[in-house]
Nanobody, 118 residues
Framework: QVQLVESGGGLVQPGGSLRLSCACTGFIFSSYVMTWYRQAPGKERERELVATITSDGGSTNYAASVKGRFTISRDNGKKTVYLQMNSLKPEDTAVYYC?????????WGKGTLVTVSS
């Protein structure tokens, strides 16, 4: 059974940190490019790419809005991808989704809510 389960979201004050995790089962995790997306409140039709990591973890890419603050990483042994988020801002408030992609296979988790507010 294919599953991508995000965790680690919550309420944090501006300037704070959170670490998101996405635990994966049911597919060959080490073959997939992993990406974190986010969808802000009121923007149901807009899902923004946050960060991507290649299957071997050798290359990463970030949206300009998070570069220098967020770090994506993966553990192929644990079949988990992470997103370390530092210096959080109110505009980072969103539901964060984990995505796995390999050729035509495109898999999604159900998301975890991150709220940045004082």
């Amino acid at each position: 059974q294919v599953q991508l389960v995000e965790s680690g979201g919550g309420l944090v004050q501006p300037g704070g940190s959170l670490r998101l995790s996405c635990a994966c089962t049911g597919f060959i995790f080490s073959s997939y490019v992993m990406t974190w997306y986010r969808q802000a409140p009121g923007k149901e039709r807009e899902r923004e790419l946050v960060a991507t990591i290649t299957s071997d973890g050798g290359s990463t890419n970030y949206a300009a809005s998070v570069k220098g603050r967020f770090t994506i990483s993966r553990d192929n042994g644990k079949k988990t991808v992470y997103l370390q988020m530092n210096s959080l801002k109110p505009e980072d408030t969103a539901v964060y989704y984990c995505n796995a992609r390999y050729f035509v296979s495109n898999l999604w988790g159900k998301g975890t809510l991150v709220t940045v507010s004082s």
